[in-house]
């Protein structure tokens, strides 16, 4: 595979630095939120950035609109660079998922299935009801035969969502390696080490044992998990947030453990802090004048606020309170 070159992306880099600026702040997101009805709150999202003529009511469609563009203008501007296909690996872990469960339900998966994977949701569930599944992954492929087996056998949805989750993150980093770009490497062992992180504070907090820590995780990330498994077992979070030392992660999760011992304390917090972190990475890119650093972390940044809008809109229009919207809230790329 030839190597990235930053000059091949001059154009690409102007193009989506100016984009930015018409994304969602996070002064934006709290107006969303100070709103006093949907439409409201919707209008925010709608003139900055989703540019959309469906009403406030059809906000999903809209989303995906946006997000739909997002990607098709990135493949535009990269010439649909393989480098892309890391990040359609989790819409077809969404859309293999929505299959399994919706086979065992009885009921039609292509209406909540996603456009982005890199296989078109039309195909993928005909390829999965002549069992065809060539054109994906192996390591998706095998993980779906899987998650169909177990869930037929223990009706168990999350263990569909387990070995499908797994297989995501494994075929995000073998692509990735194979393309040997270091800030693309360097987002997936991130992303990795973070869902070890969020696997073991779950975990411990239901007062699951080490071995099941250890089958859930994920090899492949920069933390060492010999340092996390030794760390699990001891009472509290104390020796876990002592694992971190010495690691990028320390200063920013060290806090978020703090008190987690307590089983009233909601995850709302870490799960937000690990969300924001991901984040932190991509805004090292800004540092980069041009290249595909910048690329990436614009499509990942859309993708970040498709989630944010949703989370607020999906909020306003279930009725939750003001405050418990700002507790989920993540933090914004612009």
């Not at 930015?20 to 919707?42: C, H, I, P």
């Not at 609109?65 to 990269?78: G, I, K, P």
């Not at 008190?259 to 924001?276: H, I, S, V």
């Not at 990436?296 to 306003?316: D, F, G, M, P, T």
């Amino acid at each position: 595979m030839n190597k990235i070159k930053d000059v091949d992306y001059l154009y690409a880099t102007a193009r989506l630095r100016a984009l930015e600026r018409e994304m969602l702040t996070a002064r934006d997101f709290q107006k969303m939120v100070d709103a006093a009805t949907l439409e409201e709150s919707y209008k925010t999202a709608n003139d900055v950035s989703l540019h959309s003529s469906l009403p406030a009511a059809r906000y999903e469609e809209a989303i995906s609109a946006m997000l739909s563009r997002a990607w098709a203008l990135v493949e535009e501007l990269t010439g649909g660079h393989p480098a892309l296909s890391v990040f359609r690996f989790k819409y077809d872990g969404h859309n293999l998922k929505t299959i399994l469960k919706s086979q065992a339900l009885g009921s039609d998966p292509l209406p909540v299935m996603s456009p982005l994977g890199t296989q078109a949701p039309e195909a993928l569930l005909a390829a999965w009801r002549e069992q065809k599944l060539e054109s994906l992954p192996p390591l998706l492929a095998d993980a779906a035969q899987k998650a169909g087996e177990a869930l037929a056998k223990t009706g168990d949805p999350q263990k569909v969502d387990i070995l499908l989750d797994r297989a995501v993150l494994e075929g995000m980093l073998q692509l990735a390696k194979e393309i040997d770009f270091d800030f693309l490497t360097d987002i997936v062992r991130t992303y990795i080490d973070i869902e070890n992180l969020r696997t073991a504070v779950r975990l411990k907090r239901i007062g699951r044992d080490a071995g099941q820590f250890k089958r859930l995780a994920i090899e492949g990330g920069k933390l060492p998990l010999d340092r996390l498994f030794e760390a699990y077992p001891a009472e509290g979070f104390d020796a876990l947030r002592d694992a971190l030392f010495v690691t990028e992660y320390h200063s920013h999760f060290a806090p978020l453990l703090e008190g987690l011992q307590n089983p009233r304390k909601p995850l709302t917090e870490f799960e937000r802090g690990a969300d924001n972190y991901q984040l932190l990475l991509l805004r090292r890119s800004r540092l980069v004048s041009f290249g595909f650093e910048p690329v990436l972390s614009y499509l990942l940044a859309k993708e970040n606020e498709a989630k944010q809008i949703r989370i607020v809109l999906a909020s306003k229009a279930a009725g939750v309170e003001r405050e418990k919207i700002r507790e989920r809230l993540r933090e914004t790329y612009a």
